[in-house]
């Protein structure tokens, strides 16, 4: 949802090298031939910019705060357990939708949670195996989200706008929580050579 995500992909039998601190949040390096194949951007550090209310829905364990509207945040793990994704990439630039679907497993480890996602990148003929690794972990009164390497990603916040500036690149994202069984991460970025939304919708694995 990334490379500072440590994210990898299987092309054509081999395995691509490791992305560094700004790879594809499909699930592959943004500097690899997949990734300018796919023609999508790279994943982002964020913080908390605006937003406006899209507050936690009753049935989810709470953190003890509250977001700027008053709403309360949901304890990253009252999500444990695994969670089926499907993705949809809409780039405006090639004017195309890319799709990734799979699973991510989220999982206790120490006082982390450990977000794991497996999926399948469906790339006109190609479907391409994409793999990504990153932790929720607790930070002052909250919880913050970081890749494999340790680099900050975002702040785990729910029903707000997060925006990140990445070179000429903008980043603007929002996680919004359904309920038990379902929620949403959306990605809209704009730059020189990028205008696409990527929204990644997950259901409860039965």
Request: net charge negative; aromatic share 8%.
């Given at each position: 949802?990334?490379?500072?995500?440590?994210?990898?992909?299987?092309?054509?039998?081999?395995?691509?090298?490791?992305?560094?601190?700004?790879?594809?949040?499909?699930?592959?390096?943004?500097?690899?031939?997949?990734?300018?194949?796919?023609?999508?951007?790279?994943?982002?550090?964020?913080?908390?910019?605006?937003?406006?209310?899209?507050?936690?829905?009753?049935?989810?364990p709470?953190?003890?705060?509250?977001?700027?509207?008053?709403?309360?945040?949901?304890?990253?793990?009252?999500?444990?357990?695994?969670?089926?994704?499907?993705?949809?990439?809409?780039?405006?630039?090639?004017?195309?939708?890319?799709?990734?679907?799979?699973?991510?497993?989220?999982?206790?480890?120490?006082?982390?949670?450990?977000?794991?996602?497996?999926?399948?990148?469906?790339?006109?003929?190609?479907?391409?195996?994409?793999?990504?690794?990153?932790?929720?972990?607790?930070?002052?009164?909250?919880?913050?989200?970081?890749?494999?390497?340790?680099?900050?990603?975002?702040?785990?916040?729910?029903g707000?706008?997060v925006?990140?500036?990445?070179?000429?690149?903008?980043?603007?994202?929002?996680?919004?929580?359904?309920?038990?069984e379902?929620?949403?991460?959306?990605?809209?970025?704009?730059?020189?050579?990028?205008?696409?939304?990527?929204?990644?919708?997950?259901?409860?694995?039965?």
């Amino acid at each position: 949802m990334s490379g500072e995500s440590a994210m990898r992909v299987l092309s054509l039998g081999r395995v691509a090298e490791r992305g560094g601190p700004c790879s594809d949040a499909a699930g592959f390096p943004a500097d690899s031939a997949t990734a300018r194949a796919a023609g999508v951007g790279r994943p982002f550090s964020v913080t908390v910019m605006s937003g406006t209310a899209d507050h936690a829905r009753p049935g989810l364990p709470r953190l003890g705060r509250v977001d700027r509207h008053g709403g309360e945040v949901p304890d990253p793990r009252s999500l444990l357990g695994r969670w089926d994704f499907a993705r949809t990439i809409d780039d405006r630039v090639a004017g195309d939708t890319k799709t990734v679907d799979g699973s991510i497993t989220l999982s206790a480890d120490g006082e982390r949670v450990r977000w794991q996602e497996d999926g399948t990148l469906h790339l006109g003929a190609q479907d391409l195996p994409v793999t990504r690794t990153m932790f929720v972990e607790p930070r002052g009164d909250g919880w913050f989200v970081v890749f494999e390497d340790g680099h900050d990603f975002h702040p785990w916040t729910t029903g707000e706008q997060v925006q990140h500036l990445c070179g000429a690149d903008l980043y603007s994202g929002r996680i919004a929580l359904a309920g038990p069984e379902g929620w949403t991460v959306c990605w809209d970025v704009a730059g020189p050579s990028k205008d696409y939304t990527m929204t990644t919708r997950l259901t409860r694995g039965r």
